[in-house]
């Protein structure tokens, strides 16, 4: 089991705090034009399902993600992942062509990290079957799965707050520790949208919930905010070591028990790979945490590996999101990634929501959408 982290240290920059009032108001008046019909909305001919973030990073979106295609793809749908691609040259070119990173074929990937982003290589790469997209404008991406691959159900990662595009189920992914990212907006603190925006989504999924109080606690706290809107609990679960390149069987997640081992992390919470092999029984005699995608210098990999096997490590590890961000023909014999799933409770109550929901008409003529829809 995946040891929920500990808080991220995060509480806001009070001098920041004018910047952020401001922040909530421009998203306060855009989901305003939104609601009344003001700015249009475009429609896709299949179903839309978005998997969103209320805060910046860290809820564990994208494993949702991947687990629902996963679970989707397993019951005989043809989903397709589109998003930004943050971090990629294609998500800079916001009226750029929307870009192919996976048909949904294994071992044929299309881009790489420089023009797809981290995120979006990672999902290609784990999700050997599904389809991934990555464009500015989820409306592109979708078509072009639908039109390339034959995409009969489109998943939106990090789809939220992209209300230019349809949606027949938005899941907003929340993490239990701080469910509402301690009520500061961006960039004094880590909202993207008010709580309240919460009451606009089908499903609240409470991720990093290992604990029963916990849960309780963060449970009581939606149902405040957004009442009636259903909620789920999932946890992160590691599932075992892989190497990073090619050499002898990695130890098991039993052999971890008492093992001194290194670490580093580019994610919104890096900690949470910490916690994680602590709470695995290992020994971790160093941890280098680092920023969200953060870019490897040439020789940065093998200084931090040295490093903690200079510190007595017996195995360096981190993630998979960071594996993508590295040069595969690099060899680190000594760097094992860490895998880890998503499960969630009631799995199979979401699935079957998403497989009833039935293929959209055209939207109402004369309307926003059905004019941008042209």
């Not at 052999?255 to 580019?266: R, S, T």
């Not at 040295?306 to 595969?328: C, E, F, N, S």
């Not at 799995?347 to 939207?363: F, N, T």
Request: proline fraction near 9%.
């Amino acid at each position: 089991m995946m040891a929920a982290p500990a808080a991220t240290g995060f509480r806001g920059q009070p001098v920041l705090a004018p910047l952020g009032w401001l922040f909530g108001g421009v998203v306060r008046l855009r989901n305003s034009a939104y609601d009344r019909g003001l700015l249009a909305i475009r429609h896709l001919p299949v179903p839309v399902v978005s998997v969103g973030n209320l805060t910046v990073g860290g809820t564990g979106k994208t494993p949702l993600v991947a687990a629902l295609a996963r679970r989707l793809a397993a019951r005989g749908r043809r989903p397709a992942v589109v998003l930004r691609g943050y971090g990629g040259r294609n998500a800079r070119r916001p009226g750029g062509p929307a870009l192919l990173v996976s048909r949904g074929k294994p071992g044929h990937l299309l881009a790489d990290v420089d023009q797809a982003g981290d995120e979006a290589l990672l999902l290609a790469t784990i999700l050997a079957d599904v389809p991934v997209v990555v464009s500015a404008q989820r409306y592109h991406g979708g078509m072009q799965a639908i039109t390339t691959c034959g995409a009969d159900l489109v998943l939106l990662d990090d789809g939220f707050q992209h209300r230019a595009l349809h949606r027949d189920l938005d899941l907003v992914a929340l993490d239990a520790t701080a469910p509402l990212g301690g009520g500061r907006f961006l960039p004094a603190g880590l909202l993207r949208e008010p709580p309240l925006a919460l009451r606009r989504a089908h499903a609240l999924i409470l991720t990093r919930a290992h604990g029963d109080l916990l849960y309780e606690r963060a449970a009581a706290t939606l149902e405040r905010v957004a009442p009636g809107v259903t909620i789920y609990r999932a946890r992160h679960r590691a599932t075992g070591l892989r190497l990073v390149s090619p050499g002898p069987a990695p130890p098991s997640l039993a052999e971890l028990k008492g093992m001194p081992v290194a670490g580093f992390a580019g994610l919104a919470r890096p900690d949470a790979l910490r916690d994680t092999l602590t709470s695995l029984g290992a020994r971790v005699v160093m941890f280098t945490p680092l920023a969200d995608h953060h870019p490897f210098r040439p020789g940065e990999i093998q200084g931090l590996v040295d490093a903690g096997l200079q510190a007595g490590a017996r195995l360096v590890i981190t993630t998979a999101k960071d594996a993508v961000r590295m040069d595969p023909a690099a060899p680190h014999p000594h760097l094992a990634v860490l895998e880890i799933e998503m499960t969630l409770d009631r799995m199979d109550s979401l699935v079957e929501q998403i497989l009833a929901l039935p293929s959209p008409g055209p939207p109402p003529p004369g309307s926003r959408s059905a004019q941008a829809s042209r």
